[in-house]
């Protein structure tokens, strides 16, 4: 028997998803020893979030952010819904996975930023050298720790939001994964409009 589909992820929100996982590991991998390569990857992860942002308003039905974002009391109790085993289940992103997209977003802007102001002041290379030369040495000690701290943070947010795929997947008898790279979704569900 063959089940109805509905499209939820676009192509062009599958191609940023599995770019931004390979920009990402290509990122973390070589920060020690291959720096052109690390400064590429950081380039590729930051214009593959502004593409995002930009999508996020006017992209395909699912990857807009008023689709998606909701309050985080909702996301909370959504997630108290997961321990009760009452949570609803959504085509779109669930109001906890629409909390980490968010929060991963931000993380890999702020790590990137920071990313190109190190650049900047170690390097005297990249689109903020001429802001960042009169920077003083314990400021540039103090950028570098951001650039690390948020590079970490965002590792940390990919590891729950992993956990939260693989619990989704579970929860609901689909596989996530492969929605995100065929774009389909099992129909009859949930989306934000009509989940409230
Ligand atoms: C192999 C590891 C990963 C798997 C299996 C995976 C899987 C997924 C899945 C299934 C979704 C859709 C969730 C839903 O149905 O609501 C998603 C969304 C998302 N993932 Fe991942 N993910 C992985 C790694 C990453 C990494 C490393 C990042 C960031 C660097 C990331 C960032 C995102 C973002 C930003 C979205 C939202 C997509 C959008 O709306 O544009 N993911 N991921």
Redesign the pocket.
Known sequence: MTQDTVK??DVL?RV???S??T???IAYLTEDDYQDVHVIAGYV?LGLIIF?LI??FI?SR??RFNS?VVKPSTALSYIKDIKNHSAKR?I???PA??M??LA??FS?LMTTLFGLMLYGVGEFSGPLAGVMMEVSKSTAHDIEEIHEFFANF??F??VL??L???S??YQHKEN?????LNGK?RANATSKEDAS
Do not use: C, D
Not at 176 to 180: D, E, F, G, H, P
């Open positions: 939820v992820w929100v940023f998803h599995w931004l996982v920009s990402f590991a992860i995002r999508w996020g992209g699912y990857a998606f959504y779109g992103h669930n996975g629409a980490m997209v991963l977003i890999l965002t590792l947010l990919i939001h992993i939260g795929v693989i989704a997947s996530l994964v492969v929605s995100m979704k």
